[in-house]
């Protein structure tokens, strides 16, 4: 589903992402993890578009993003590390005007709106401008604005600041409802514990470079995510 | 005291963007810059001390020119005081600022951020008083100790209106939070004050007729209400060093007072301000789907409206237009040679009027600054399945909107009021339209080649961006080179329309190709 073959950005002369390559097949949960700095948030905004790369390709259900970036987006939803949102349009202006670029279908907008908004519980809200919301109200919107027009491939950055215990608990449930329907998600955290329980498959990035890839399974052979972590951090 | 001067530091970096400046790589943009700088500091100094002059010649006729100084003294704390109060909404009372988290007392804050708003209103002061003083004593063949006296008084101009400007920018800042339709209050408010300003500026030789019938009662008013332009008047005429001290100490302790009065509340405002309005529950409703284009001009069209600068910045030109329009069914032409100062006499109203709608156009243009308005949001349409030729028609769109029905339907009511002929109106609406057409493609260029992404508040992209700037003067230049080859070649009207049509047809295809090719590969590139 998503294939990123020797990807590499520069910024100038600095190399931000070497020669990293990852796939995501369909049905799996892929988790991303590094220091700050490491490359994860550059990775992400090459995957969906946010950025150009000058060598490799990115591909999302066998169409490339340097090629064919409208149909790869079309097929994909992006939650950013900070939800900045058009503030002054109402959560469901915000929510209508993504399901009207994905051309998402009226009744199924409507279910899916109605579906995750009483889940996170900011259905009451929707008719108030963004600008009144706190911070976890937005990301529990970016969320939902993510989910509403069906993506194959979900890409997340941190979804999980800013939400609260509850909402955590609800997203990483949908992650796996939605894999198990044969959704792909890739996603960068911090919470090692979260990781560890929710991915099929992982890798870590340090200084621009993949040191560590592979099957959560296989890798916590030798510990737990966090000792595994630092260990690999340790010997770079 | 270090934290009021670490604190001064961050904020005077923050607010000059003086790390950009002095990591600038690009030679040729900085001397470009400094280049433009100078054209306008050349020309804002010279139009000062011009009208300073006339001014001094139309007093003297009445042996009143002792009023020209206080009434640019005047004019100067208007416009120190009518900035800051929008200066003082993003900066002083901005209840998001993450300062507030740091153990530093509010005072201190608010002693940085006051000191701030003066060392930028030093610019306007420095721009109006200091041309028309020179003028003043030169003319007034004055001597050594006029320019000390001028100067003492320059330094503490700011002081009063500075702080007057920020207690209006407070009650204002209260009230709108206290409405439900913030934006609408505030841009109403904003409309109702410059629109008093331009009539005040329309009328200004009857106010100067009225003024100098009139001086004993103006003169009783200045002694008791305008205390600090009396001292300042007495000051500068008789040097008297007792008037100096008043004036001083009256400057100084209006920010000491402001600052001593608002440290204890500030926060408390500050809170004040941020309280949002929100609804009852949601009510379900209908929607219906629309198409990506619809979409894109209606998330637009709201963006818009919800941004008072924006709307001021870039509808007032063609909402004078209209009243203009309207004063010419009721009142006489005179009305436009009002608006472009010039004499009635030596042109055809018809010749005018292109021109003039030609200017509001290039005055008005929203796409110069629709890029880097979408700031922290532009993700949202980066990772978004659309084209960026839609994104581009939509902003453009959203111009023709902004611009052109209230435009056509003043060029008809002049067209009316003016008895131009059924052609004359046609051509003048088409030339609009292409016009339009072509300012809009040039602003997006312009903002695609320098967007302002990272902005602290609207004020910096709409009104203070480089783009901004571009978008409108570039055109006005190339409307002015357009107007001195007709007046300077004398060619046939009509042919020279059909020129300007040909023209501004070929600008907007070349534009076009421009955004075609280029525009699309640096829309991917901003990030």
Redesign the interface.
């Known amino acids: 589903m998503l294939k990123i073959t020797n990807l590499t950005k520069k910024y100038g002369d600095k190399i931000a992402i070497d020669n990293i390559s990852i796939e995501v097949k369909s049905g799996e949960i892929f988790g991303f993890i590094g220091h700050n700095g490491a490359g994860k948030t550059t990775t992400i905004?090459c995957i969906?578009?946010?950025?150009?790369f000058e060598d490799g390709n990115i591909l999302i259900d066998a169409d490339s993003i340097k090629d064919e970036?409208?149909?790869c987006?079309?097929k994909?939803a992006?939650i950013?590390d900070?939800p900045?949102?058009?503030e002054?349009?109402t959560?469901?202006?915000y929510l209508?005007?993504?399901?009207?670029?994905?051309?998402v279908?009226?009744n199924i907008?409507?279910n899916l709106i109605?579906k995750y908004s009483k889940e996170f519980e900011i259905?009451?809200?929707?008719?108030?401008?963004i600008?009144?919301y706190s911070h976890g109200m937005k990301q529990k919107l970016v969320v939902i604005s993510a989910l509403v027009h069906s993506p194959k491939i979900l890409v997340l950055d941190e979804p999980f600041v800013g939400l609260d215990p509850k909402a955590q608990f609800q997203l990483k449930e949908i992650m796996k409802d939605l894999c198990n329907d044969g959704m792909s998600i890739f996603f960068s955290s911090h919470v090692l514990a979260v990781v560890e329980k929710l991915c099929d498959k992982i890798a870590i990035i340090n200084k621009g470079k993949i040191v560590r890839i592979g099957k959560i399974e296989d890798i916590i052979k030798e510990g737990s995510l966090e000792d595994v972590f630092m260990a690999t951090l340790g010997d770079e | 005291m270090s934290k009021l001067l670490l604190l001064l530091k961050v904020d005077i970096k923050r607010t000059f963007s003086i790390n950009k400046l002095k990591n600038r790589k690009n030679i040729l943009k900085t001397i470009g810059i400094v280049i433009l700088a100078l054209f306008i500091t050349t020309s804002v100094l010279s139009s000062v001390g011009m009208y300073t002059y006339m001014g001094i010649n139309f007093f003297m006729k009445y042996g009143l020119e002792k009023y020209v100084l206080p009434i640019i003294y005047f004019l100067c704390g208007f416009a120190i005081f009518y900035t800051t109060i929008y200066k003082a909404k993003s900066f002083l009372f901005n209840p998001e600022d993450n300062i507030f988290a740091m153990p530093i007392k509010p005072s201190v804050i608010l002693s940085s951020r006051i000191i701030v708003l003066t060392i930028l209103n030093y610019f306007i002061v420095s721009f109006i008083f200091i041309p028309a003083f020179i003028v003043y004593g030169v003319i007034l063949k004055l001597g050594m100790l006029y320019y000390i006296y001028a100067f003492l008084a320059y330094l503490f101009m700011p002081f009063v209106p500075t702080v007057l400007g920020c207690i209006f920018g407070y009650i204002i800042g209260y009230f709108t939070s206290k409405v439900n339709n913030k934006k609408l209050f505030e841009t109403i408010l904003t409309y109702g004050t410059l629109l008093f300003v331009m009539y005040l500026s329309f009328n200004i030789q009857t106010i100067a007729l009225k003024f100098v019938n009139n001086v004993d009662i103006i003169n009783k008013l200045l002694s008791s209400v305008g205390f600090l332009i009396n001292s300042f008047m007495a000051l500068i005429s008789q040097y008297s060093l007792k008037d100096l001290l008043i004036y001083i100490f009256t400057n100084i302790a209006a920010v000491v007072l402001f600052i001593a009065i608002f440290k204890n509340s500030y926060i408390k405002i500050l809170q004040n301000l941020k309280i949002e309005n929100t609804k009852k529950k949601y009510i379900e409703k209908e929607h219906t789907k629309k198409n990506i284009i619809t979409t894109l001009v209606l998330k637009e069209i709201k963006m818009y409206f919800s941004i008072p600068i924006y709307i001021l910045n870039t509808s007032f030109g063609v909402v004078l237009i209209f009243f203009a329009s309207i004063a010419t069914l009721f009142y006489d032409k005179d009305i436009l040679f009002k608006i472009m100062e010039i004499d009635s006499k030596s042109l055809p109203i018809y010749l005018l009027l292109i021109p003039v709608i030609a200017f509001v156009i290039a005055a008005s243009n929203t796409a110069a600054c629709s890029i880097s308005i979408e700031g922290k949001n532009f993700w949202i349409l980066k990772t978004m399945p659309i084209e960026s030729k839609h994104i581009f028609l939509s902003k453009i769109i959203l111009n023709t909107l902004v611009v052109l029905p209230l435009m056509v339907v003043s060029i008809i009511i002049f067209g009316i009021s003016l008895k131009l002929t059924i052609v004359q109106t046609i051509t003048v609406i088409l030339l609009a339209i292409i016009t339009n057409i072509a300012c809009s493609i040039f602003g997006l260029l312009i903002n695609l080649k320098y967007p302002r992404l990272d902005f602290i508040s609207y004020t910096h992209v709409v009104k203070q961006s480089f783009s901004s700037f571009l978008g409108i003067m570039v055109p006005l230049l190339l409307f002015f080179i357009m107007g001195a080859v007709y007046t300077s070649l004398k060619i046939d009207i009509d042919t020279y329309i059909l020129i300007i049509f040909a023209l501004l047809l070929s600008i907007i295809m070349l534009q076009y190709n421009i955004l075609k090719r280029w525009g699309i590969k640096r829309f991917d590139e901003i990030n």
């Open positions: 905004k969906v578009g946010i950025l150009s970036p409208i149909k987006k079309t994909m992006y950013p900070n900045d949102i058009y002054t349009l959560g469901i202006e209508n005007f993504v399901s009207d670029i994905y051309d279908d009226k907008r409507q109605d259905y009451n809200d929707l008719d108030n401008v600008s009144s």
